[in-house]
């Protein structure tokens, strides 16, 4: 990677623990920092030949959109989304469609692609996808899931020799567990609101 690649990774990385941060607080300014940061890694990560990857990035930013629109005007009064669970077969079913999902593309990946491990990248991108989307509802459950994506995703970024992003990921990892942690003291303080 040449000196500019760094500059440029090292800007993402800063948006996207900036994302990662301000989401655990529940502040809609991580939608920014998301946006900013995954519209670097759609570039990087086609340079690399992580096509699934890069194409999450472009969804990213459609959903650091929708994300905000959610956490600033969704919900019943539009005052913005709460936490919420989701029942066993909500997460039966959407790891049922991931999986499908993931193996579908990771073999048109390895015979139509030079991709680099297609049913790794189809996992952590069709995983993310479903994931995004329980973050922007603010599904309780969605940092479970980041923590499976995130431990796939540091070693994809190793093999492609993306070693900040590999760091951030670690940090990502770490920070998944505390976000779950932090939205489900969030959580139980809110139903106590809603029943008292």
């Not at 994931?131 to 093999?159: C, F, G, H, P, Q």
């Not at 590999?166 to 932090?182: C, D, E, H, N, R």
Request: charged share 10%; glycine share 4%.
């Amino acid at each position: 990677m040449s000196f500019d690649w760094v500059n440029l990774e090292t800007l993402a990385v800063a948006l996207g623990m900036s994302y990662l941060l301000l989401a655990m607080r529940e502040n809609s300014l991580c939608w920014y920092c998301a946006f900013f940061s995954t519209a670097i890694y759609v570039y990087i990560f086609g340079d690399v030949s992580l096509y699934m990857e890069s194409a999450l990035n472009v969804y990213y930013m459609g959903m650091a959109v929708y994300g905000w629109l959610q956490w600033q005007k969704g919900g019943a009064n539009h005052s913005g989304v709460e936490i919420v669970r989701w029942t066993a077969k909500h997460h039966i079913i959407c790891v049922l469609v991931i999986l499908i999902a993931s193996v579908i593309s990771g073999y048109l990946l390895s015979v139509n692609t030079d991709a680099r491990l297609p049913y790794l990248d189809s996992f952590t991108t069709w995983a993310s996808v479903l994931t995004t989307v329980m973050v922007a509802r603010k599904v309780l459950e969605n940092w479970l899931y980041w923590i499976v994506i995130n431990s796939v995703s540091i070693y994809l970024y190793i093999d492609r020799d993306l070693d900040q992003t590999a760091a951030m990921f670690t940090l990502y990892l770490v920070l998944s567990v505390l976000g779950y942690v932090v939205w489900k003291k969030n959580y139980v303080l809110q139903d106590r609101q809603i029943t008292t």
